[in-house]
Protein backbone atom coordinates (compact mmCIF):
# COMPACT_ATOMS: atom_id res chain seq x y z
CA UNK A 1 0.00 0.00 0.00
CA UNK A 2 1.30 3.21 -1.21
CA UNK A 3 1.48 5.78 1.20
CA UNK A 4 2.55 9.36 0.01
CA UNK A 5 3.33 12.50 2.63
CA UNK A 6 3.85 16.20 1.46
CA UNK A 7 6.36 18.42 2.58
CA UNK A 8 7.12 21.82 2.43
CA UNK A 9 7.03 25.82 3.20
CA UNK A 10 3.21 26.67 4.76
CA UNK A 11 3.91 30.59 4.21
CA UNK A 12 4.93 31.73 0.31
CA UNK A 13 5.35 35.76 0.02
CA UNK A 14 3.86 36.99 -3.27
CA UNK A 15 6.20 36.79 -6.51
CA UNK A 16 8.08 33.86 -5.16
CA UNK A 17 8.40 30.39 -5.69
CA UNK A 18 6.67 27.73 -4.04
CA UNK A 19 8.44 24.39 -3.48
CA UNK A 20 6.92 21.03 -2.52
CA UNK A 21 7.97 17.29 -1.52
CA UNK A 22 6.05 14.22 -1.71
CA UNK A 23 7.83 11.49 -0.19
CA UNK A 24 6.43 8.02 -1.14
CA UNK A 25 6.53 4.53 0.67
CA UNK A 26 5.36 1.08 -0.07
CA UNK A 27 6.83 1.57 -3.31
CA UNK A 28 9.49 2.84 -6.00
CA UNK A 29 9.16 5.83 -7.65
CA UNK A 30 11.38 4.35 -9.80
CA UNK A 31 8.50 1.84 -10.72
CA UNK A 32 6.86 2.08 -14.16
CA UNK A 33 3.74 1.00 -12.30
CA UNK A 34 3.21 4.67 -11.15
CA UNK A 35 2.68 8.11 -12.49
CA UNK A 36 3.28 10.61 -9.76
CA UNK A 37 0.64 13.95 -9.83
CA UNK A 38 -0.01 17.08 -7.80
CA UNK A 39 -3.73 18.38 -7.46
CA UNK A 40 -4.63 21.30 -5.54
CA UNK A 41 -7.80 22.64 -3.69
CA UNK A 42 -8.41 26.21 -2.61
CA UNK A 43 -9.98 26.78 0.97
CA UNK A 44 -13.78 25.68 0.64
CA UNK A 45 -13.36 25.18 -2.98
CA UNK A 46 -12.74 22.23 -5.94
CA UNK A 47 -10.00 20.23 -7.29
CA UNK A 48 -8.04 21.51 -9.78
CA UNK A 49 -4.85 19.28 -11.25
CA UNK A 50 -1.79 20.56 -11.41
CA UNK A 51 0.18 18.12 -13.39
CA UNK A 52 1.89 14.81 -13.30
CA UNK A 53 5.53 13.31 -13.52
CA UNK A 54 6.55 9.25 -14.61
CA UNK A 55 9.54 8.00 -13.26
CA UNK A 56 11.59 8.93 -16.28
CA UNK A 57 10.67 12.45 -16.15
CA UNK A 58 7.79 12.38 -18.95
CA UNK A 59 5.45 15.41 -18.03
CA UNK A 60 1.64 16.69 -18.06
CA UNK A 61 1.50 19.50 -17.10
CA UNK A 62 -2.17 21.78 -16.70
CA UNK A 63 -1.76 24.04 -19.55
CA UNK A 64 -2.81 27.12 -16.93
CA UNK A 65 -0.02 26.76 -14.93
CA UNK A 66 2.40 25.31 -17.26
CA UNK A 67 4.69 28.62 -17.67
CA UNK A 68 5.13 28.75 -13.58
CA UNK A 69 5.48 25.04 -13.25
CA UNK A 70 8.69 22.23 -12.99
CA UNK A 71 7.99 19.35 -11.67
CA UNK A 72 11.11 16.22 -11.00
CA UNK A 73 11.72 13.21 -9.50
CA UNK A 74 14.18 12.62 -7.46
CA UNK A 75 14.87 8.55 -7.46
CA UNK A 76 17.41 8.32 -4.88
CA UNK A 77 15.06 9.84 -2.16
CA UNK A 78 12.41 8.09 -3.38
CA UNK A 79 10.56 12.03 -3.95
CA UNK A 80 8.97 13.83 -6.33
CA UNK A 81 8.69 17.38 -6.30
CA UNK A 82 6.82 20.87 -7.06
CA UNK A 83 7.97 24.64 -7.75
CA UNK A 84 5.30 27.22 -8.81
CA UNK A 85 6.77 30.57 -9.48
CA UNK A 86 5.51 33.77 -9.55
CA UNK A 87 2.64 32.82 -6.84
CA UNK A 88 0.04 34.80 -6.32
CA UNK A 89 -2.68 34.97 -3.59
CA UNK A 90 -4.85 32.89 -6.00
CA UNK A 91 -2.21 30.25 -5.54
CA UNK A 92 -3.20 29.79 -1.86
CA UNK A 93 -4.59 25.81 -2.07
CA UNK A 94 -3.86 22.49 0.18
CA UNK A 95 -1.61 20.71 -2.43
CA UNK A 96 -1.76 17.14 -2.83
CA UNK A 97 0.20 14.44 -3.55
CA UNK A 98 -0.91 11.72 -5.58
CA UNK A 99 -0.77 8.19 -7.52
CA UNK A 100 -2.20 6.94 -10.47
CA UNK A 101 -1.73 2.91 -10.82
CA UNK A 102 -0.51 1.90 -14.19
CA UNK A 103 -1.48 -1.36 -16.28
CA UNK A 104 1.14 -3.04 -17.92
CA UNK A 105 0.30 -1.46 -21.19
CA UNK A 106 -1.01 2.49 -20.22
CA UNK A 107 -1.22 4.53 -17.66
CA UNK A 108 -4.66 6.04 -16.65
CA UNK A 109 -5.21 9.65 -14.97
CA UNK A 110 -7.31 8.90 -11.94
CA UNK A 111 -5.60 9.29 -8.53
CA UNK A 112 -5.67 6.33 -6.19
CA UNK A 113 -3.57 6.93 -3.47
CA UNK A 114 -3.50 10.74 -2.01
CA UNK A 115 -1.38 12.08 0.83
CA UNK A 116 -3.35 13.64 3.53
CA UNK A 117 -2.22 17.42 1.39
CA UNK A 118 -0.41 20.36 2.83
CA UNK A 119 -2.14 24.12 3.36
CA UNK A 120 0.14 26.43 1.75
CA UNK A 121 -0.55 30.25 2.32
CA UNK A 122 0.15 33.28 -0.16
CA UNK A 123 0.85 36.02 1.79
CA UNK A 124 3.25 38.69 2.60
CA UNK B 1 -10.75 21.98 -21.63
CA UNK B 2 -13.31 19.36 -20.89
CA UNK B 3 -15.88 20.83 -18.69
CA UNK B 4 -17.51 18.73 -15.68
CA UNK B 5 -20.64 19.74 -14.10
CA UNK B 6 -22.40 18.26 -11.47
CA UNK B 7 -25.82 18.40 -10.40
CA UNK B 8 -27.11 19.28 -7.53
CA UNK B 9 -24.79 21.04 -5.48
CA UNK B 10 -25.69 19.70 -2.60
CA UNK B 11 -28.00 17.01 -1.54
CA UNK B 12 -29.88 15.91 1.63
CA UNK B 13 -30.80 12.56 2.13
CA UNK B 14 -32.20 9.95 5.20
CA UNK B 15 -30.40 7.51 6.47
CA UNK B 16 -31.25 4.32 4.40
CA UNK B 17 -32.29 6.03 1.55
CA UNK B 18 -30.95 6.38 -2.16
CA UNK B 19 -28.64 9.03 -2.99
CA UNK B 20 -27.83 10.18 -6.73
CA UNK B 21 -25.48 12.45 -8.00
CA UNK B 22 -24.99 13.31 -11.44
CA UNK B 23 -22.06 14.45 -13.52
CA UNK B 24 -22.22 15.93 -17.31
CA UNK B 25 -18.86 16.43 -19.07
CA UNK B 26 -18.79 19.07 -22.24
CA UNK B 27 -17.84 16.48 -24.50
CA UNK B 28 -18.04 12.74 -24.80
CA UNK B 29 -15.17 11.10 -22.20
CA UNK B 30 -15.72 7.78 -23.96
CA UNK B 31 -13.16 6.44 -26.17
CA UNK B 32 -14.61 4.40 -28.99
CA UNK B 33 -11.30 2.14 -29.15
CA UNK B 34 -11.87 0.13 -26.42
CA UNK B 35 -15.47 1.01 -25.59
CA UNK B 36 -14.16 2.63 -22.21
CA UNK B 37 -15.37 5.78 -19.86
CA UNK B 38 -12.99 7.74 -18.80
CA UNK B 39 -14.52 9.45 -15.31
CA UNK B 40 -13.63 8.34 -12.06
CA UNK B 41 -15.29 9.19 -8.91
CA UNK B 42 -14.19 10.34 -5.31
CA UNK B 43 -15.84 11.38 -1.57
CA UNK B 44 -13.83 13.66 0.10
CA UNK B 45 -14.74 13.79 3.89
CA UNK B 46 -13.76 16.87 5.82
CA UNK B 47 -9.88 17.63 6.47
CA UNK B 48 -9.55 14.56 4.38
CA UNK B 49 -7.92 13.75 1.27
CA UNK B 50 -10.38 12.88 -2.06
CA UNK B 51 -10.70 8.66 -1.82
CA UNK B 52 -11.20 7.08 -5.48
CA UNK B 53 -14.71 5.43 -5.20
CA UNK B 54 -14.99 4.47 -9.08
CA UNK B 55 -12.98 4.88 -12.49
CA UNK B 56 -14.05 3.71 -15.69
CA UNK B 57 -17.38 4.88 -15.04
CA UNK B 58 -18.46 2.07 -12.91
CA UNK B 59 -15.42 -0.22 -11.65
CA UNK B 60 -15.15 0.31 -7.83
CA UNK B 61 -11.96 0.46 -6.05
CA UNK B 62 -11.08 -2.34 -3.89
CA UNK B 63 -12.68 -2.35 -0.33
CA UNK B 64 -15.34 0.50 -1.71
CA UNK B 65 -18.73 -0.58 -0.08
CA UNK B 66 -21.03 -2.21 -3.16
CA UNK B 67 -23.76 -0.05 -1.87
CA UNK B 68 -21.97 3.15 -4.35
CA UNK B 69 -22.34 2.23 -8.34
CA UNK B 70 -21.39 4.28 -11.21
CA UNK B 71 -22.99 4.41 -14.35
CA UNK B 72 -23.61 6.36 -17.73
CA UNK B 73 -21.86 6.72 -20.88
CA UNK B 74 -20.42 9.47 -23.08
CA UNK B 75 -21.23 12.70 -21.58
CA UNK B 76 -23.44 11.75 -18.83
CA UNK B 77 -23.17 9.83 -15.70
CA UNK B 78 -24.43 9.25 -12.47
CA UNK B 79 -23.38 7.86 -9.04
CA UNK B 80 -25.60 6.11 -6.53
CA UNK B 81 -25.67 5.21 -2.92
CA UNK B 82 -28.51 2.45 -2.68
CA UNK B 83 -28.92 3.06 1.11
CA UNK B 84 -26.95 6.25 2.83
CA UNK B 85 -25.16 5.62 6.08
CA UNK B 86 -24.29 8.04 8.27
CA UNK B 87 -20.39 7.79 7.31
CA UNK B 88 -21.05 8.85 3.31
CA UNK B 89 -21.46 12.33 4.50
CA UNK B 90 -19.00 13.79 2.34
CA UNK B 91 -18.36 16.23 -1.42
CA UNK B 92 -18.52 13.83 -3.82
CA UNK B 93 -16.51 14.94 -6.85
CA UNK B 94 -16.82 13.32 -10.42
CA UNK B 95 -13.34 13.83 -12.90
CA UNK B 96 -12.56 12.69 -16.50
CA UNK B 97 -9.47 11.60 -17.46
CA UNK B 98 -9.62 11.07 -21.33
CA UNK B 99 -8.11 14.64 -22.08
CA UNK B 100 -5.41 17.02 -20.22
CA UNK B 101 -5.90 18.98 -18.55
CA UNK B 102 -7.45 15.98 -16.42
CA UNK B 103 -10.69 17.84 -14.54
CA UNK B 104 -12.78 17.92 -11.91
CA UNK B 105 -16.61 18.34 -11.41
CA UNK B 106 -17.28 21.57 -8.76
CA UNK B 107 -18.56 19.12 -6.39
CA UNK B 108 -21.64 17.90 -4.72
CA UNK B 109 -21.74 17.99 -1.17
CA UNK B 110 -24.43 14.94 0.73
CA UNK B 111 -26.26 15.52 3.89
CA UNK B 112 -28.43 13.12 5.83
CA UNK B 113 -31.72 15.01 6.37
Known amino acids: QLQLQESGPGLVKPSETLSLTCTVSGGSISSSSYYWGWIRQPPGKGLEWIGS???????YHNPSLQSRLTLSVDTSKNQFSLKLGSVTDADTAVYYC????????????????WGQGTLVTVSS | DIVMTQSPDSLAVSLGERATINCKSS????????????LAWYQQKPGQPPKLLIYWASTRESGVPDRFSGSGSGTDFTLTISSLQAEDVAVYYC?????????FGQGTKLEIK
Open chain 2, 27 to 38: QSVLYTSNNKNY
Open chain 1, 98 to 113: ASTHCSSASCYLYFDS
Open chain 1, 53 to 59: IYYSGST
Open chain 2, 95 to 103: QQYYNDPYT
